[in-house]
């Protein structure tokens, strides 16, 4: 899951929602990676949302299919 950070450069979150809007992953976000990996297994096939927040505020969505 590809992700950019804000030009402050601040770390931030990355929560993943199933279509039922609950959190079921969160991660960690900073500048030294742009990418997450989930990995087969990791959560069942189906549609999710991710959200990165940094400083209190959305900065990007996302709507993705995960197939197993």
């Given at each position: ?14 929560n ?10 969160q991660f ?5 990676f ?5 990995f087969?297994?990791d959560?069942p096939s ?12 959305v900065?990007?969505?996302?709507k993705?299919?995960?197939t197993?």
């Amino acid at each position: 899951l590809p992700y950019d950070i804000p030009n402050n450069g601040k770390p931030g979150k990355m929560n993943v929602y199933n279509n039922m809007g609950q959190l079921v992953k969160q991660f960690e976000i900073d500048e030294n990676f742009k990418n997450i990996i989930l990995f087969k297994g990791d959560l069942p096939s189906g549609t999710y949302i991710y959200i990165t927040v940094h400083d209190g505020e959305v900065s990007a969505s996302l709507k993705f299919i995960l197939t197993n």
